[in-house]
Structure formats: C-alpha cells, structure tokens
C-alpha cells in the first residue's frame, strides 16, 4: 500500500499540478491543485485537473470524480465499485482507460494483500489469547 501511495504521488508531482494533502489548508479556486483524499483513493490519475471542490464533493460519498463535464453539470461523481468494471460511467468513458485501470488493479491487488495480512494477524493473536487461556 505504502508503495503504490508514494507512487502515485511521484506520478501526480510529475505532473503540472501540485498534491494537495489531506489536512493542508488550501485555496478552493485554485484550479492546479490536486487533492487527495484521506482514504487514499484513485482519483483518475492522469487525467485532466479536476478542482479541489469537485473532488473534495466526491470524497464526500466515497466516490471518484470523473474529469470530464456532465449533462447535469462540470463534474459528476461515479461510485468507486464502478471504476474499471467494464462500462463506461463517465460521459468520456475515462473510468475505463487502460492507464486508469492499471492503476486501480494494482491498487485493489494491494488492498487485497493489505486484507488477509490484517486477516492472518487477528487470526494469530487470538490463537495466542486462546493459548493462555
């Protein structure tokens, strides 16, 4: 996790755009900002700049902001669980780019991983309770 995190960050700094971190104060108009949210999720990295109020209103809803413009206004809001899931949801179709897929399968490998790690070690220590018991 912390791999694909610092990663992310090194490919969003590349980038013209500044990362904006979670508890960082910053200017809602400044449309060169990246924010990324406290959970960490992907926000179509490589995509256009999408402004920090856009994407601060999808994390709201533990959704991903998608960077093109909707019929119902500048940017919609697409659940995360519909990002690369075979169907465009986005008015562009950006969720299901192969660069943002690889991103999100990398990052939902390392989830996964992340999961049975924490999954093994509950396991461990309450066999190790049950032990002393």
Same mark, same amino acid.
């Given at each position: 996790?912390?791999?694909? =995190?610092?990663?992310?960050?090194?490919?969003?700094?590349?980038?013209?755009?500044?990362?904006?971190?979670?508890?960082?104060?910053?200017?809602?108009?400044?449309?060169?900002?990246?924010?990324?949210?406290?959970?960490?999720?992907?926000?179509?990295?490589?995509?256009?700049?999408?402004?920090?109020?856009?994407?601060?209103?999808?994390?709201?809803?533990?959704?991903?902001?998608?960077?093109?413009?909707?019929?119902?206004?500048?940017?919609?809001?697409?659940?995360?669980? &519909?990002? &690369?899931?075979? #169907?465009?949801? &986005?008015?562009?179709?950006?969720?299901?780019?192969?660069? =943002? &897929?690889?991103?999100?399968?990398?990052?939902?490998?390392?989830?996964?991983?992340? #999961?049975?790690?924490?999954?093994?070690?509950?396991?461990?220590?309450?066999?190790? =309770?049950?032990?002393?018991?």
């Amino acid at each position: 996790m912390i791999r694909y =995190v610092a990663l992310l960050i090194v490919f969003l700094a590349s980038s013209t755009a500044r990362v904006i971190q979670p508890s960082q104060t910053i200017n809602e108009n400044d449309e060169d900002s990246i924010y990324i949210p406290p959970h960490h999720r992907l926000q179509m990295a490589g995509q256009p700049s999408i402004p920090v109020k856009a994407l601060r209103e999808c994390a709201k809803n533990n959704s991903a902001a998608c960077p093109s413009h909707s019929i119902d206004g500048p940017y919609s809001c697409i659940s995360t669980d &519909c990002i &690369c899931d075979g #169907r465009n949801d &986005c008015p562009r179709g950006e969720d299901e780019q192969k660069s =943002v &897929c690889h991103y999100h399968r990398v990052h939902m490998r390392e989830m996964e991983k992340q #999961r049975k790690l924490l999954s093994m070690m509950s396991e461990s220590s309450q066999n190790d =309770v049950e032990d002393l018991d």
